[in-house]
């Protein structure tokens, strides 16, 4: 498969998009190391099913992204796999449906604990392992639609994605020396566990019927239909692959034209 056997972290894969990401690295060649939280294993377990029933290699793990000795060992994990590591993808995030006024501190700084915090903790490891190899590699963030211009009753959250857009761009400058790039993901309306939450909060807020406020959002996608987890892993292995080698520092929407960056 030409991929001169990469090894491929995927965070957050148990389900929904990382989940889509894992398969598709797999399919790519990659071997690929498959984390998620302690509680979520028995999703891990079926990912790396499906990658091995496709022919490809795959390792599950546990992650919690929010304490750096869990990511130390994470890499542990890919590098006693595979003999190295070259892809990183820092896909685990959260979501939070609320009125900004309702906010509470400690939801807000558990929703920056895990999407922020966790894609500095996890780049920071994937690159001080990278730079010690000292043959580059590939960092990719997982950023959102609501990176560029948010949605209402997802203010902290959009919030979080705008700053791992930042923090891809920084992180970008400082490793390209070490042949690093470092780039980001941003799915618009996916069909996941996520937005069928988002969904019902924002139907209850606006009231409509569950299902009709994503149907009212995706009115404004260009291709006509809500994404697939296919859709977002597609672009990912291109970041993730050879093909992406002069690209970085960039937060790429993957959204069917919701909207522009």
């Known amino acids: 498969m030409g991929t001169n056997n990469s090894v491929a972290v995927v965070t957050g894969s148990a389900r929904g998009i990382g989940q889509g990401i894992a398969q598709r690295l797999g399919a790519d060649g990659h071997h690929v190391i498959v984390a998620d939280l302690p509680s979520m294993q028995d999703g891990v377990t079926a990912t790396v099913e499906a990658i091995e029933s496709a022919g490809g290699k795959a390792t599950g793990t546990k992650v919690d992204v929010t304490d750096e000795d869990s990511l130390s060992r994470l890499v542990e994990v890919a590098v006693d796999a595979g003999g190295k590591l070259d892809v990183f993808v820092a896909n685990a995030g959260i979501a939070q449906v609320e009125p900004l ?36 590699g590939k960092i990719i963030g997982a950023a959102s639609i609501v990176a560029f211009r948010p949605f209402a009753l997802l203010s902290p959250y959009s919030a979080t994605k705008w700053a791992v857009r930042g923090l891809t761009q920084g992180a970008a400058m400082e490793w390209a020396k070490h042949g690093i790039t470092v780039n980001a993901y941003g799915p618009g309306i996916v069909g996941t566990a996520m937005w069928d939450l988002i969904d019902e909060k924002l139907a209850a807020e606006e009231g409509l019927a569950k299902g009709e406020a994503i149907r009212k959002y995706a009115g404004d996608i260009l291709m006509g239909r809500v994404s697939v987890p296919e859709d977002v892993a597609n672009l990912v292995s291109f970041l993730a692959g050879e093909d992406s080698d002069y690209v970085t520092g960039q937060t790429m929407l993957v959204d069917g034209g919701m909207q522009f960056s």
Do not use: C, H, P, R
């Open 101 to 136: 006024i309702d906010y509470s501190k400690a939801d807000f700084e558990k929703i920056v604990d895990v999407n922020l915090t966790g894609v500095f903790l996890s780049y920071q490891a994937a690159a001080k392992q990278m730079i010690e190899q000292g043959n580059g």
